[in-house]
Each structure stands twice: as C-alpha cells, then as structure tokens.
C-alpha cells in the first residue's frame, strides 16, 4: 500500500575491540558514530534520527543503559531509539535503522551498537547468570557456556560431526583476524592447538569461544535521493529478517536453529533470493562459538543440514572460497563486545561490498552480502542482505 | 576500512595495570533485589516438587504434555486444558560436562549438565538438571537416568528438591 | 487468563533472587583527566568546545551537540549559583531521614552545564535559586579522585 | 488526518499495586488474549511483528525477550524488544507498517512493579555511575529538583500542582483500570509530608502492575477488521539528554520536540483547538502541568492556572487525564504509555463508559521514561 523506499549505507566505523578498553560506553559510543559520519561527509545535524544497539544493562551496569549512553549516541534533542535482542542485537539495530528510513519517516538514521563487557566485575560471566529462568535454571548454578556446549553436543551427535571439523572454523577465523586492524585476538593457529586447549566445558574448550570484549560500531543509513548525493557507491539494504524461539529452549532439538531459517526466510524473499549458496557472495555470519559458524550457516541455507563441517574443511569458506564466511576474522578473531560484534559484520559486509575492506577483501567483486547474528536462550535469528 | 581509515580509536587498557590498581575506577553494588510472582502454573508445579511429583500442562488441541507446565498452549495459542503428572524417569537428550564455575575458575569435580526428556511427557520435553552417579566419560545420549530427590522432609518446593538425575541400571524399575 | 486460579493465598509462591553482578567504571578519556584536576589540584575543570564555543561542565570528549572533539580545558573555578535545589526527607530505601539533604545543580560562570552535588552549612529553608555557593573539597590527602572528593558546596558568605 | 495506519484492538490486564497471583507471563497473556479477542486476530496467522517494551533491571533478568514470546502467541515468528515505553513501541509498530512489509503488529508493554524489592536501587542504577551515583541517596530528588525549577520559572503554585492530584484520583474513581483513586482535597494534598521539596508524598504516582497489548494495522488491514478504526494521525519521540546537568530543568524539551514532530505528521497546527483531550505523563503532579505546556495545550506557565479553573476536568474545555493518570493508575513502568493510549482508544471508541467524554475526535497521548531520563513519545490520535 505505501510505495516501498530503498534504503543505502554510505558510512561506517568501528572502535578496536580489546578486554579492557579506558573510554566509557559513551565515549565508545562517540568514537564509532564521528567515524562513521564522517565516511558518510555528513555531520551530526544533518541525521534525522538515531537507533542505539546494546546488550545486557547488566554488562555496562546501568539501568536503561541506552538513555545513559545517548549524548554519546548523538541524540540529543532527536527521535532515538534503543533496540535489543539479546546477543542478536548488532545486525538487528541496523534492521531497525532500516525501517526508519524504509517507512519514509526520515532520510538519514545513525545507527550505532555499544558494549562495555569489562565494567562487569570481576567477570562478565557472571552477567550471563542473569539470563536464566530464576526458578528452573539458575538454582542449578547455570552458565552460559553449559548451555551452549549441550547445543554443541548435540549438533554433533545427531550429524555425527568430529571435533576437528568444528575446529577448523577457530583456525580460520583466527586467521582472517590477521589482517583486521580492530582484531582482539588474531592468531595463526593449528586444529591441533585448539583441541589441546583448556576443556572449559565439554565439548566447549577455550579455543572454540570468542572473548569478552569492549568496542563499539556504527553505520549511516539514508534514503536513495540522499545517498545518491552523497556517493557514487552506496550499498543496499534488501532485506531484513528476524524470528524468536520459545523460551523453552529445553523443549526445542537443539541441533538446528529452526529461528534462523525462520528470519533467514525472511530476508531472502524481500531480497528475491531464492538459492542462497549461489546468490550469496559473501557471509558475515555469526560466530561466539565456532561449532555456531556451522549451526548458522546451516540455518541460513547456505548449506544442506549437517554439510558445513564438510565445507569448511574442503577450504569452501576460506576467503578466497567459493563461498567465504566471515572475511573479518569473526567474533572468534576479532573480538565479542556482544552488539558491537554484530554491527562489526554488517560494517565488514558494507566494506567487502564496497571493495574497501583492503588485505581482507574477497576476490571476484562480490555484490550480494549477508550478516547475521544470534542470541538470546539461543532462541533469535537476525539476519540482512545488502547488495552494491 | 575503508582504506582511508588510517586509525582506529580505542585506548587499551592493560590488564596488569588493571590488577596493580594503576586504572582509576568506581566501584559500585547495585541494589536489585526481587521476589518474582511464580504465578499459577509454576506456584503448582514448585508444590509437586515437594511432594516428589514432576508437573505437566496438557494441551487437548495439540495433545502436547509439556513440561514446566504453563497455564497456555504456545502453539495453539489457547488455554492449557489440565495438569498431569509426568514420570521422574527420561532419557539423556543432550549432555556437556563443566570444568568451570560461574565466575568461570576451575572446579575440581567436574559438573555434568544435561537436557533430560522425561517420561510420559511429549517427545522432545526436555528439562535442564544435573547427572550423578557416574563417571562423566561412561555418559551417552539417550542414557536412561532417574531423579535422586532430597528427603521429603528437605524439600522446600525448588528445582533443586532433585538433587540430580542418575543412570538406570540393568534390570532397575 | 487460564482456566483455573489459584485461590489459596497460602499456595502462591514468590521466588527470591537477585541482579548479582558488581561493576568497577573506568572514568573515561575526559573523566580521568576532570578527576584527576579535582583530586591533585582541587580544581573544576571545563572542556571548550572549538566550534561552538560552549565550555561544557563536566568536561566531556565530545560536544554534545556539535559532536565535535573537545581538546581545549579550561578552569571554571570553585565557585557557582544554585540553578535548582531540593530538600529531601527520605533515604535511598525510602525510609525517612533524621537530617534531610539538601540537592542541588550548580552552574559556574560562563560555563554550560554544571555540577550535581549537596549542599552543607546552611539551613534547608535558607537556600535559594541563584545563591552564591564554593566548592567545600575534603582534604587532599583524603580524596580518590571521586565526584565526592567535594563534600559539599556551601553558600558564600 | 491522515489514515494510514490504526489501533484495532486493545488489552488490558491490571492495574493493582501487586498481583501475587500471576506471573508476569500469565499477566501478559491475560492482556494478549483480550487484544487479539478485540481486534478478531490469531496471532499465530495474522501478526506479522510483535513488539515488547520492556527494561531488564525492571524485570530481574537479562536479556528479557527471551521470555516473551510464547506469551504473547509469538513463537518462531518475528517479535523484539524496543528499551523503552510502550509508546515508543506504538511508533516503531507505524514505522513498521509505514515501510510496506507489514500489516498487522502487536505492541505489548506491562509492568510487574511489585516483583522489584529495592525500586529505589534499581531508579540509582540508572544515573551516570561516575558523576551523579557516587552521590548516593534517593533518585527522586531529581523530581525535587525539576519541580523547584519549573515552579520558579513559570510562577505556578504549589495548590496548582495540588489541584493535578485532586483531579486525577477523583477520575480514577471511575475507572475499573485504576487502582488509586480517592477523593482528596486540595488541604489533603498540600498537608501531605513533604518529601523532595517542594514535592509532596500525595503528588508522586505510586507504582502498579498490570500490562497492555495493542493490535495495529495498516489502512487496508484495519478497515477489514473493525468498522472503528482509530487512526494514528502521528508519532514522535525525543530524548532531550540524559545528562543531569546540560538539560533545560524548567521545561520539557523533549516532549516539546515530541509534539512537534507528532503535530507535524498528523497536521495539527493549533492544538489548543483541534486537540479534544489529552492523556499525558503525571508521574510527579507538576509532570501533568510542564507536559501540557510542552505539548502546546496552553501557553507556557498557564496550566496550572487552566487546571485550578477546571478546564482540564471531564467536563472541562481540555479534559487532561480523564483515566486518573498515573496518580490514580499508578506507574506502570514501561507500560505508563500505554495505559495512557488505552484510556484515549476507549475514549475515541465511545468506550469509556461513566468516564466518557461527549463530543470527541482528536487527542493527544504522551508519556515520559521517568528519572533520570530526558525522554519522551507523542501520539496523536483520531476517531
């Protein structure tokens, strides 16, 4: 019934993702949205309207934490908005950037994504704790890393899927990380180390996980008159996708996360992408865990359920694979500020697409991408495509 | 990266000034403290608890037995239309074994965490709880376990009134 | 909205539980360096923004407003007018005071912004919008480069 | 007004101050169940977003969409947590349909104020950790503050503030949704204890549970639900700053710019005469008054004085809080907005029963975060 509005990226910026970093959210906050404004040659004034991405209040260790960090956002006296989905946070913000801009209420939207892990003292993981049901869960002493691992164990098991396969994905994504200049733990690394790696939680060891990290990421978004003005080579955002699972994750088969087919879905019928492994050129997908790598690109239909493993090892989604997955080095290589690290993707799509993205660049000039990320009780898919 | 990026922000903050105490901070405890309405379903199936009885939510229209009980069918978005009780028996649907504590230190005593698919419920209605009794390199999938509950007179009506799921020998129940 | 109630009060149960994490703050790039003035030299400092011109109170990075970055600090002094103030009676539980305190937000010269913080040695209805107030600054040996190495502003004389 | 996208269902659960007897799951399907029940949708066919407005520390867990969407008929479909109140997931609902993907959106909002035993701690938790929490004390001194300022710069009276509390809790005696409402006198009011001077203990809303859920629909699909449309003529959202110490303390910028924007989409340009009533944030009394202002109801520093002579009674020229407000409803939290929106949906529909106001086809709904935030939405709605 309304005429629909293409909606482009024209800028984006990133802070170093580290353990510890000394500005405060807010600050980070700044640092990514100045840079991002700046590849777009905008200025504050000029954005309409600014989306705030962040995760947990209880990482940062403030109540309402996306008014606490607004000065920092650039949202003074403008419409702004916080959206959250838990660890889908980063590529759902720009969604949400998107529909700002797609519903023709504005013509430039900030779009920033935020996390301070470290203020959470002594470790972050004890923010995690608070992620479970109170009554079933957290009397048992629940962490994040058991849920995840009993996922992983059983992607495995029903697939019959080996440890070194799974591995591989961590050697890769070290690897990429190489050549990113924001990288928190870049590394060359064999299968070998990370199956000698500290056994966190089996099958979980400590090479299979990302870090906790601070780091902040941002991207400009405008209408199609405006972009035209402002570069030669905008890029597309065609589709947007996301869906939830019950919170009764134990009730779920945790091999497959139906969730990500489900926004996957989605987003490609708004892009008219029908066969996703030969329209997708490129893939940001998301990654705390290595063995999720796998599980997503299974969910995404990148692959046939149970085939990632395989494509991994054959060298597939190396770099300069037929179909490479996470160019940047990954969450596992560049770092995990929860939000920070999604919209970290979907600023690494933005410069692949744009053939920017330097010593990381896939070959060939690819000009369909897709980023996607995961979180809540390992229940939503966020997933979008964005085409040059 | 634009290639034109020359310089990334950030300033680094290296964790043994950290510890030193080099790095200026505030410290601080937030007060939050709840007592969270169990509410209809959850108050009833935290009673059975403490009578040693696992409490289900049956919904006719899907004829799914689903556990925790809850007073709605989310499927068929429709009011549950009884409870039930399931058996405190079931299988092992996934497990993982923890070397870690919350604050993520090493424990001595490994934990084993698993999603446990209880009898008389509908298939794949699972709970989160712990095993024992067992040596974590002897645990499989689809292992057959049984609830180890606290003493009746210990029990206060918690998840943790099921000290832990232990395997089902040969020729047991 | 189920089918049944519970009707026995008795048998309604509540779960007790709380947010367990605690937090450690770094300062930031401008709070480190704000601190530090007011602990090593007792001094409220306020950051100019180039392009506006505006001498923001606390120093911040950036301007809020231009979102450009501030580089340039300058002394804003001790001394300031009451812009708003309140009395309050009860404690951070709620529960009543003996004493009450008295909030308030103080603007300095010139500047834009200002700071919250108490105000001591006077009565609660002796204070006024625009009164003259200083900054009352715990001994240096004693301060650790908080907001409350201030203890108070007091009305001047 | 423009008829682009509308409210076609509306449910409520609550409001009392503590609901020992549901969880906030059950409260939340409560409220659903009635909604999709008015609007004539099944949620697991015909909603294409669901929309949750919520805050963790409000909740007591992380992440707290997790536990949201069986509830709420959601369940491998598309719904996400807007951080903020329930009118800010009005506006992202029409920002939604607007973009031409969606037609039918569920916003819910709800409050279980009653599960949180430190209110206080988790309010401090939200001011800047650096600057102002090492103050310590209680947040409500923020409100004192505010007060002293807006009663200064704009000569109103404390009986005026006063006049708000009177005003309110008697409409909430007509309200089945309200839960505080009284019949006080002026004297009542002013002789309450003083607790933030120059706030009063009977001027602060106190807190309730309860929750709403909204269906909206874009122009095609609500005319085939319903023959009674009420249309959102427009949205707007601002946050002025959330630092303490650069915002403007005598006035609301925020809901000024609000407004500005709502008016502006929904081609108001003389409120005063084409608003028939509004429902606006008076979680502190003096908050009814600086909003109406904010809003453009009357010139700056004339409230009170509007109020004092009646004009904002339920019989009154510009009825304000016709609902009780929160000082009758209390505060719900995230869903303070939305218990706003309901009282103004009602109303347009010929709903509202004792409390209905004749005459009646435009009004405007506003809501503020609350402390120590500089935020707030506007909704302008039609019959």
């Not at chain 4, 009392?16 to 399907?29: A, C, G, H, N, R």
């Not at chain 4, 279980?112 to 103050?135: C, H, Q, W």
């Amino acid at each position: 019934m309304f005429g629909k509005r293409k909606v482009a990226v024209v800028g984006a910026g990133m802070t170093l993702f580290r353990r510890n970093l000394k500005e405060t959210g807010k600050e980070l906050c700044w640092e990514a949205a100045k840079m991002a404004l700046d590849q777009a040659g905008l200025e504050l004034r000029d954005i309409d309207a600014v989306v705030l991405g962040t995760a947990p209040d209880a990482f940062d260790g403030v109540h309402m934490k996306g008014e606490y960090l607004a000065d920092g956002a650039g949202a003074r006296k403008k419409p702004y908005m916080r959206v959250y989905v838990g660890g889908g946070t980063g590529v759902f913000t720009a969604n949400a950037g998107w529909w700002h801009i797609a519903s023709g209420m504005f013509d430039t939207c900030l779009v920033i994504c935020e996390e301070k892990m470290s203020s959470c003292f002594p470790h972050p993981a004890y923010a995690f704790h608070t992620i479970f049901d109170p009554i079933m869960a957290r009397p048992l002493g629940v962490t994040l890393i058991w849920i995840f691992a009993l996922e992983m164990h059983r992607y495995m098991h029903v697939h019959g899927i080996k440890k070194e396969e799974i591995a591989q994905v961590a050697v890769k994504n070290k690897r990429n990380a190489l050549d990113h200049p924001c990288a928190q733990l870049p590394a060359k690394i064999t299968v070998e180390d990370v199956l000698n790696s500290e056994v966190l939680c089996w099958p979980v060891q400590r090479l299979d996980i990302s870090p906790t990290s601070d780091g902040a990421a941002a991207i400009v978004l405008t209408s199609e008159h405006m972009a035209r003005q402002l570069t030669d080579n905008p890029v597309w955002i065609e589709g947007v996708g996301w869906a939830i699972d019950s919170t009764y994750w134990t009730n779920r088969d945790l091999y497959y996360p139906k969730y990500v087919e489900c926004a996957a879905k989605m987003a490609y019928k708004m892009a008219g992408i029908k066969n996703p492994p030969k329209e997708i050129d490129v893939a940001e997908v998301y990654d705390p865990f290595d063995y999720k790598e796998l599980h997503h690109m299974e969910g995404l239909r990148l692959c046939k359920k149970g085939e990632a493993p395989k494509l991994t090892v054959e060298g597939v989604t190396e770099r300069d694979g037929d179909l490479p997955i996470n160019p940047s080095g990954g969450l596992l290589g560049v770092g995990n500020p929860i939000a920070a690290a999604g919209m970290m993707k979907v600023c690494e799509i933005f410069w692949q697409l744009r053939g920017e993205a330097g010593k990381r660049q896939v070959p060939g000039d690819p000009r369909t991408g897709l980023a996607q990320a995961w979180g809540d009780l390992m229940q939503y898919g966020s997933v979008i495509i964005m085409r040059s | 990266m634009s290639e034109k990026i020359k310089e990334y922000p950030g300033v680094r903050i290296k964790t043994a000034d950290l510890r030193a105490g080099l790095v200026p901070l505030v410290k601080y405890k937030p007060e939050a403290k709840y007592a969270w309405s169990a509410g209809i379903a959850m108050s009833r199936f935290l009673e059975e608890l403490k009578n040693g009885r696992i409490l289900a939510s049956v919904c006719k229209k899907c004829g799914r037995i689903a556990v925790p009980p809850r007073v709605f069918c989310e499927f068929c978005f429709k009011p549950i239309d009884e409870y039930t009780y399931v058996k405190d028996t079931g299988k092992i649907n996934t497990y993982s074994v923890s070397f870690i504590a919350a604050d993520a230190s090493r424990v001595k005593e490994p934990t084993i965490v698993a999603v446990i698919e209880l009898d008389g419920a509908s298939p794949g209605m699972g709970i989160l709880h712990k095993i024992g009794e067992i040596d974590w390199k002897e645990v499989k999938f689809g292992m057959r376990v049984k609830a180890v509950w606290k003493p009746p007179e210990q029990r206060e009506g918690a998840i943790t009134d099921i000290l832990y799921f232990k395997p089902i020998k040969e020729g047991e129940m | 909205m189920a089918t049944d109630q519970i009707t026995n009060p008795l048998k309604l149960r509540h779960w007790f539980g709380h947010m367990e994490p605690d937090y450690a703050y770094t300062l930031g790039i401008a709070g480190e360096r704000f601190f530090r003035e007011l602990k090593e030299n007792g001094r409220i400092m306020g950051a100019k923004c180039k392009k506006c011109g505006k001498i923001c109170v606390p120093p911040k990075l950036y301007c809020e407003e231009c979102f450009e970055k501030i580089e340039e600090w300058v002394d804003v002094g001790t001394k300031g007018k009451i812009y708003t103030y309140t009395v309050v009676y009860l404690d951070e539980h709620g529960k009543k005071l003996e004493k009450p305190t008295i909030y308030a937000l103080i603007k300095f010269n010139g500047a834009y912004g200002g700071l919250i913080h108490k105000i001591g040695e006077v009565k609660p209805e002796e204070v006024k919008i625009g009164m003259l107030v200083e900054a009352v600054f715990k001994p240096q040996t004693e301060r650790e480069g908080t907001i409350n190495d201030i203890k108070y502003f007091k009305p001047i004389k | 007004m423009k008829k682009e996208v509308a409210i076609v269902g509306v449910g409520c659960a609550g409001f009392q101050p503590v609901t020992p007897e549901l969880s906030y799951k059950e409260i939340m399907f409560e409220a659903a169940v009635r909604a999709y029940e008015d609007a004539g949708v099944n949620p697991r066919r015909d909603i294409d977003a669901f929309i949750t407005c919520a805050e963790d520390y409000w909740e007591g867990f992380s992440i707290f969409d997790e536990f949201v969407p069986d509830q709420l008929g959601a369940v491998l479909k598309n719904l996400f947590t807007v951080s903020a109140d329930g009118l800010f997931g009005l506006a992202t609902a029409y920002m939604l349909i607007k973009t031409g993907h969606f037609d039918v959106v569920a916003v819910e909002a709800h409050s279980k104020a009653s599960d949180i035993l430190t209110y206080e701690g988790i309010v401090n938790f939200a001011f800047d950790p650096i600057l102002n929490r090492p103050l310590g004390g209680h947040p409500y001194y923020v409100a004192g503050m505010e007060m002293m300022r807006y009663l200064c710069e704009t000569g109103t009276s404390p009986e005026e503030c006063a006049q708000v509390v009177v005003k309110n809790k008697r409409n909430a005696l007509a309200n089945p949704h309200a839960c505080y409402g009284a019949k006080l006198t002026v004297e009542d009011v002013l002789n309450s204890e003083i607790q933030f001077y120059p706030l009063k203990k009977l001027e602060i809303s106190p807190i309730s549970d309860g929750c709403v859920v909204f269906v909206v629909a874009s122009k095609d699909a609500a005319e085939k639900l319903t023959d009674k449309p009420i249309w959102v003529g427009g949205v707007g959202w601002c946050t002025e700053t959330p630092c303490l110490e650069t915002r403007d303390w005598g006035r609301a910028v925020h809901t000024e710019l609000a407004a500005k924007m709502a008016y502006k989409m929904a081609g108001i340009n003389n409120p005063v005469k084409e608003i028939d009533f509004a429902e606006v944030c008076d979680m502190f009394a003096y908050k009814e008054l600086m909003h109406m202002e904010a809003l453009g109801l009357c010139r700056r520093g004339e409230a009170g004085q509007l109020v004092k002579e009646g004009v904002t009674e339920r019989d009154g020229e510009m009825p304000v809080n016709p609902s009780g407000g929160m000082l009758g409803m209390g505060y719900a939290l995230e869903a303070s907005g939305l218990q706003r929106l309901l009282e103004a949906v009602l109303q347009l529909r010929g709903q509202a029963g004792k409390r209905q106001i004749e005459d009646i086809e435009t009004c405007v709904v506003q809501t503020w975060r609350g402390i120590p935030t500089a935020t707030s939405a506007v909704a302008v709605l039609s019959g």
